[in-house]
């Protein structure tokens, strides 16, 4: 099982720039989070997804979209790029037992 | 809206002291999850509890969830420079699955 799996590991945008992190979990979950988390500030719920087709917006939604065409893929897509979204993103599913995370995407926006 | 704090942010120990960090709900919470994050890492769960008063244990880590259900503590007895990371504690949110974390207790070992 590779559990939860992100990509890139690292990246770094332009201002205004797109771009879309990669989540894939295959442990047939049907929620799945985006988080981001900066210093001294402990993790925020950016979108969350309880199945397929179903998307929600959470603590910190605005700049970010994302889909659930599938069970195991939930990307989190910037729409325009900002220094404020430099940050490092953790995809999560659940089911049972506690969250299972990704190992994060380093992002900076210059 | 609800939120999780937790107390202290940051704790410096020398190997072998015992480290102890507390989480606390603005509301009564169904269950509560801990997790860590080694450095560079990513949040690991560690137990989740369910019950008023409950205590479990993991080898020389303590987790408590208070009476009333709003509060929570980590207590890891004789630490080892392995237990270096973030602590933190989560609580369900609004909606289902949703999970409110605290900010963390960054926890140091000095040799």
């Known amino acids: 099982n590779a559990g939860v799996t992100q990509t890139p590991k690292f990246q770094v945008l332009k201002t205004g720039q797109s771009m879309t992190l990669q989540c894939a979990q295959d442990m047939n979950h049907e929620y799945m989070s985006w988080y981001r988390q900066d210093p001294g500030m402990g993790l925020r719920l950016i979108h969350y997804s309880v199945g397929a087709g179903i998307t929600d917006q959470g603590e910190v939604p605005n700049g970010y979209n994302v889909s659930r065409s599938t069970t195991e893929d939930f990307p989190l897509r910037l729409l325009s790029a900002a220094p404020s979204q430099t940050s490092v993103y953790f995809c999560?599913?659940?089911?049972?037992?506690?969250?299972?995370f990704g190992s994060g995407t380093r992002l900076t926006v210059v | 809206g609800q939120q999780v704090m937790q107390i202290p942010q940051y704790q410096h120990v020398q190997e072998g002291e015992d480290f102890t960090t507390y989480c606390n709900s603005s509301t009564t919470l169904s269950n509560i999850q801990w997790y860590k994050q080694r450095p560079g890492g990513h949040p690991v769960f560690l137990i989740q509890?369910?019950?008023?008063?409950e205590v479990k244990k993991q080898k020389r880590l303590t987790f408590q969830f208070g009476e009333a259900k709003k509060n929570s503590s980590l207590h890891i007895t004789a630490t080892q420079t392995t237990d270096v990371g973030t602590y933190f504690c989560?609580?369900?949110?609004?909606?289902?699955?949703?999970?409110?974390f605290g900010k963390g207790t960054k926890l140091s070992v000095k040799p």
């Open positions: 999560a599913s659940t089911g049972t037992d506690g969250y299972t």
């Open positions: 989560a609580g369900p949110g609004g909606s289902q699955g949703n999970l409110i």
């Open positions: 509890l369910v019950k008023s008063g």
